[in-house]
């Protein structure tokens, strides 16, 4: 079975700093791997996906994320936060025969 | 704009009533979703509907049902709700084939269901 971790529940920053939101999965096969974000009251905006190629990809908002087959993980960065950064952000693995996995997402407050 | 809309936005109710939650995309895809986001944050899938089929979540209690007049719309019923009901309903879409993939999903601002 598939899973998908995110062992930080929350994390606080101060604007500017620089970001790194950890997820790790779990999955026998080629996983494709997306990170969604979350704003209050809204729904889940795609940031990035990765499925092959380049294992660092690049996505909205200057978030980048790195895929390693090594470590079952693909973390998501960004250097310097702004206050609207603010939202919990969700990595999610799926394959075609089981679907989306999501994991239970990280709480992310950018203070000024 | 383009987008995924849904209403209503938040929805109070008693156990035992019924409720109905909407959903409309514009993107021209023809896969649309219903996924259950719990107070934990988790999100499961009840409902995927591609081309008039449907393929359910077996965990999906049967009180639950979808409702779809054509790929650009996917309402979501609920019978006689329930406690356990309270949470954010999300519909997504996307132009797959009806089980996510590498597709995109592009999700609504959710309904927020709370059962007194």
């Known amino acids: 079975a598939q899973s998908v971790t995110q062992p930080d529940a929350r994390v606080t920053v101060s604007e500017g700093a620089s970001l790194q939101l950890r997820c790790k999965y779990s999955?026998?096969?080629?996983?494709?791997l997306f990170w969604y974000v979350q704003y209050p009251r809204q729904g889940l905006q795609l940031l990035l996906k990765y499925y092959s190629g380049d294992p660092v990809v690049q996505g909205v908002n200057g978030f980048e994320a790195e895929f390693s087959k090594s470590n079952s993980s693909f973390h998501l960065r960004k250097a310097s936060v702004h206050w609207s950064d603010s939202a919990v952000y969700f990595c999610v693995l799926n394959n075609y025969a089981q679907g989306l996995t999501f994991g239970l997402g990280t709480r992310v407050s950018v203070f000024p | 704009e383009t987008a995924v809309f849904q209403t209503p936005n938040y929805h109070v109710t008693q156990v035992g009533n019924e409720v109905s939650f909407n959903c409309k995309q514009t993107?021209?895809?023809?896969?649309m979703y219903w996924y259950k986001q719990d107070s934990k944050k988790l999100l499961k899938i009840m409902f995927s509907?591609?081309?008039?089929?449907?393929?359910v979540n077996e965990t999906v209690p049967r009180r639950f049902s979808p409702q779809s007049s054509d790929k650009a719309h996917l309402n979501l019923r609920i019978k006689s709700v329930e406690p356990e009901d309270s949470a954010v309903y999300l519909c997504?879409?996307?132009?797959?084939?009806?089980?996510?993939?590498?597709?995109?999903?592009?999700f609504g601002s959710g309904t927020r269901l709370t059962v007194l």
């Open positions: 997504a879409s996307s132009s797959g084939l009806g089980v996510p993939s590498a597709e995109t999903l592009y």
């Open positions: 993107l021209g895809h023809d896969t």
């Open positions: 509907y591609n081309n008039k089929q449907l393929i």
């Open positions: 999955y026998s096969g080629t996983p494709y």
